[in-house]
C-alpha cells in the first residue's frame, strides 16, 4: 500500500468522522424550534408558564416563549406580516375572538388534531364558532365590601335595594366588565342584548358611582365609597387575598360566564405543536392547576374538580356551571361603539 493511498484514505476516514460528528450539530439545530405564544401578565400567565416547561421538556430543543400581551399591537403585527405569523397561538375572549374569524388571522380547528375538545363544555364549544378552543373562563359577579353589607347579596335584583341607592359602584361599558353587567341589568329586568333599554332605566335608577376599571372599583370598596360593585371574580379574589375586606358573589340566576379562547395563528410555523398545545390546555391536569389560587379559571372540561380555596370565585358543581349565564357578544358587537357613547352621556359627570 503506497503512502498515496494510505493518506487518501485517512483523509476519507477523517472526512466521514467530521461528517458524523457534525450530524448530531445538524440535528440539533434543525431540532431548535421557538413556539411564540401571546399569553397573560403577571401571576396570571404561571399556568401557562407551568404547561410550557411540560411542553418543553417533551421535546429537547424547542422553547415556547410567551408575551404578555394584550394590546392591539399583536394584532397589527399578525395582519402586517408576510408568510409566517411573528406569534404561533394567542388567546381571546370573546368580543375580540368574533374579530378575530371576521378578519380571518385565526385558523379554525381541526377536532382530530385536538382530542381533548371532546371533553370540553358543548356551550362553551359552541361559542368557538369552530375557531380554537374555549380555554377559560372568568366571572362577573358581584364584590362587596364585608365591614358594610352584613347581609350578603345572593342575585343580582339587590343591587336595587333602596338602601344602597348611591352606593353602587359600576364599570365603564367600554369595557367588556360593562357592557356585561349592562347585558346582567337587562336580562335581570326582562329585557335581552337586543332589548338594552331597561337595562339602561335601571342602571340609572341606582344614582351609581363608575369606575374606569376594575381596580379602580375594588379601590373605591377599600376607601368605603361605594358598597357594592359588579366586578371579575379573579379581581375580588385577589383583593380578598390581600386581607382587604372584600367577598364575592356568584349571583343568581347565573354569574355572567366570559370565555377565553385559545387559537392557532395563521401562518403559524407549527401547527402541530399549536394543537399539541391547545390539547394540553384542555387536559384535566392543566384546568385543575388554573382553576386554583391565585388564578381563578373558570374550567371549560366536563368533570374537573374546582380546588376547595376556589369555590367561592368559581362553579364547582354541575348545577353552578349550568347555572352560568352568557352574552351574545354578536348581538351587540355592531352597536358597542353606540353603547359606549350613550353610557358617557349619562354616566359622565
Do not use: C
Not at 364549544?125 to 347579596?153: C, D, E, H, Q, R
Not at 365603564?172 to 347585558?183: D, I, W
Not at 390539547?279 to 384535566?284: K, V
Amino acid at each position: 500500500m503506497t503512502l498515496f493511498t494510505n493518506r487518501r484514505r485517512f483523509l476519507q476516514s477523517g472526512a466521514a468522522l467530521g461528517a458524523a460528528l457534525a450530524m448530531p450539530s445538524l440535528a440539533r439545530a434543525q431540532d431548535k424550534r421557538e413556539l411564540v405564544i401571546v399569553s397573560f401578565a403577571g401571576q396570571l400567565q404561571e399556568p401557562h408558564q407551568w404547561l410550557a416547561r411540560q411542553m418543553e421538556a417533551k421535546h429537547p430543543g424547542l422553547t415556547i416563549r410567551l408575551v404578555p400581551s394584550e394590546s392591539q399591537d399583536v394584532v397589527a403585527q399578525i395582519k402586517a406580516s408576510q408568510g409566517y405569523s411573528p406569534y404561533d397561538a394567542m388567546p381571546n375572549g370573546e368580543p375580540p375572538h368574533l374579530i378575530a374569524i371576521r378578519d380571518s388571522y385565526i385558523l379554525p380547528l381541526d377536532p382530530a388534531a385536538v382530542p381533548n375538545a371532546t371533553k370540553a363544555v358543548p356551550a362553551f364549544v359552541a361559542k368557538s364558532k369552530g375557531y380554537g378552543i374555549p380555554a377559560s373562563y372568568s366571572l362577573i359577579g358581584i364584590a362587596y365590601n364585608t365591614a358594610l353589607v352584613k347581609t350578603p347579596p345572593t342575585a343580582w335584583k339587590d343591587l336595587w335595594d333602596p338602601q344602597y341607592k348611591g352606593q353602587i359602584g359600576i364599570p365603564r361599558a367600554s369595557s367588556n366588565l360593562g357592557l356585561g353587567f349592562l347585558v346582567a341589568a337587562a336580562k335581570t329586568f326582562g329585557g335581552s342584548e337586543t332589548d338594552l333599554t331597561v337595562g339602561w332605566e335601571k342602571l340609572k335608577e341606582l344614582n351609581p358611582k363608575v369606575g374606569r376599571s376594575p381596580s379602580q372599583l375594588l379601590q373605591m370598596l377599600e376607601r368605603e365609597e361605594i358598597v357594592m360593585a359588579p366586578i371579575w371574580n379573579n379581581d375580588a379574589a385577589g383583593a380578598a387575598d390581600k386581607g382587604l375586606p372584600i367577598a364575592f358573589v356568584k349571583p343568581a340566576p347565573g354569574p355572567i360566564a366570559v370565555i377565553s379562547f385559545m387559537s392557532a395563528v395563521k401562518g403559524t410555523r407549527y401547527p402541530e405543536l399549536v394543537n399539541e398545545w391547545m390539547n394540553a390546555i384542555l387536559s384535566p391536569e392543566y384546568q385543575q392547576k388554573a382553576a386554583g389560587a391565585p388564578y381563578y379559571f373558570g374550567p371549560t372540561i366536563e368533570g374537573v374538580e374546582v380546588p376547595e380555596a376556589a369555590r367561592a370565585y368559581t362553579p364547582a358543581t354541575p348545577e353552578e356551571v349550568a347555572a352560568l349565564q352568557t352574552v351574545d357578544w354578536s348581538a351587540i358587537a355592531a352597536k358597542r361603539g353606540a353603547i359606549v357613547e350613550e353610557f358617557d352621556r349619562l354616566f359622565a359627570s
